[in-house]
């Protein structure tokens, strides 16, 4: 089988995921902005930071790479959101859906882990946007306030760092199960 990982990652985070999976897994990392999208593949893996729902490089990379090249998807998105709260997984999946192509015909598999936010790290148009959340989400009375909207407040302008090589787990079980069950 024939797999390969492509990362979207602007703070190093996903990056870091797809180093680790590469490691174990024994299979190639490319930025999705380095890779050769004339390859072809039995199994693509796709690591994506979130940014507004957007992940980072998927919509791109998936429109330009060719769809007869790969045979199966697994999109791997690296955000902040609590993966366990089923409200937050919803909402990335619906947003994930939006930015895949019309009428990929693909079998695609979605796992959800959490990454790092360095607020003195970013960027001015990144802290100009999580400023804007913070602001809305300081508007909510407390007693209407969701855990994201929770987490948000109490560590905006901090430092918060979930990466952990647990997060891969259930995605690198899955990858043998793959490799042993479907042949392709
Ligand atoms: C402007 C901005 C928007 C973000 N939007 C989301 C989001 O919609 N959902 C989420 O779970 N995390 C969100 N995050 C957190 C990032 O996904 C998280 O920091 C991730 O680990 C970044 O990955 P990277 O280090 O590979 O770039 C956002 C962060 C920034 C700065």
Same mark, same amino acid.
């Not at 199966?72 to 937050?88: F, W």
């Not at 508007?139 to 647990?166: G, H, R, S």
């Given at each position: 089988m024939k797999s390969i990982i492509i990362y979207g990652s602007k703070y190093g985070s996903s990056k870091k995921y797809a180093e680790m999976l590469s490691q174990n897994?024994? @299979?190639?990392?490319?930025?999705? +902005?380095?890779?050769?999208?004339?390859?072809?593949?039995?199994?693509?893996?796709?690591?994506?930071?979130?940014?507004? $729902?957007? %992940? *980072? $490089?998927?919509? *791109? /990379?998936?429109?330009?790479y060719p769809p007869d090249n790969y045979k *199966?998807? @697994? @999109? %791997?998105? %690296?955000? @902040?959101? !609590?993966?366990? #709260?089923? +409200?937050?997984v919803e909402s990335i999946k619906m947003s994930?859906?939006?930015?895949?192509? +019309?009428?990929?015909?693909? #079998?695609?598999?979605l796992f959800h882990i959490r990454g790092s936010l360095d607020y003195s790290k970013l960027n001015l148009r990144h802290s100009l946007m999580m400023k804007l959340v913070y602001q809305k989400a300081k *508007?909510?009375?407390?007693?209407?306030? #969701?855990?994201? /909207? =929770? #987490?948000?407040?109490? /560590?905006?302008?901090? =430092? %918060? !760092?979930?990466?952990?090589?647990?997060?891969?787990?259930p995605l690198i079980e899955r990858y043998s199960k793959i490799k042993k069950e479907v042949r392709i």
């Open positions: 897994l024994g @299979i190639d990392h490319f930025d999705y +902005k380095e890779f050769n999208m004339s390859n072809k593949y039995d199994v693509l893996i796709y690591i994506g930071a979130l940014y507004a $729902g957007g %992940v *980072k $490089g998927l919509a *791109k /990379t998936l429109s330009n *199966k998807l @697994i @999109i %791997v998105t %690296v955000g @902040i959101a !609590d993966p366990k #709260d089923l +409200k937050n994930i859906y939006k930015q895949l192509p +019309k009428n990929l015909n693909k #079998d695609i598999e *508007k909510v009375p407390v007693e209407q306030q #969701d855990m994201e /909207t =929770k #987490d948000l407040i109490a /560590t905006y302008n901090k =430092k %918060v !760092d979930f990466i952990d090589f647990d997060y891969l787990r």
